[in-house]
Nanobody
Framework: QVQLVESGGGLVQPGGSLRLSCAAS????????MAWYRQSPGEQRESVAI???????YYAHSVKGRFAISADFARNAVYLQMNGLLPEDSAVYYC??????????WGQGTQVTVSA
């Protein structure tokens, strides 16, 4: 069974940077897009950034200009470069892989804490 494993989370000061990575433990065929979501305590999970297999990207308004998503579709890996981090960016970050046809996979999440 395919598993997605995130890494790169941690504690960082406001204004700092982190790079999240997500890789699949097995091969996933026909991937259409990959994405990052986040969820803070008491909040709904929200989409942060999405990248299609054609390179099109979408960013939530709150992170546009600070975060950058990239991916290696041959390796089913997706990355999130986060710069200019703010305390409100603190959350558990999840990656998600969408197959063409509707199936999708979630990672287990990695904690990002932005605090002085």
């Amino acid at each position: 069974q395919v598993q997605l494993v995130e890494s790169g989370g941690g504690l960082v000061q406001p204004g700092g940077s982190l790079r999240l990575s997500c890789a699949a433990s097995g091969s996933i065929a026909n991937v259409g897009s990959m994405a990052w979501y986040r969820q803070s305590p008491g909040e709904q999970r929200e989409s942060v950034a999405i990248i299609s297999n054609e390179g099109a990207t979408y960013y939530a308004h709150s992170v546009k200009g600070r975060f950058a998503i990239s991916a290696d579709f041959a390796r089913n890996a997706v990355y999130l470069q986060m710069n200019g981090l703010l305390p409100e960016d603190s959350a558990v970050y999840y990656c998600r892989v969408f197959k063409i046809g509707g199936a999708n996979y979630w990672g287990q999440g990695t904690q990002v804490t932005v605090s002085a």
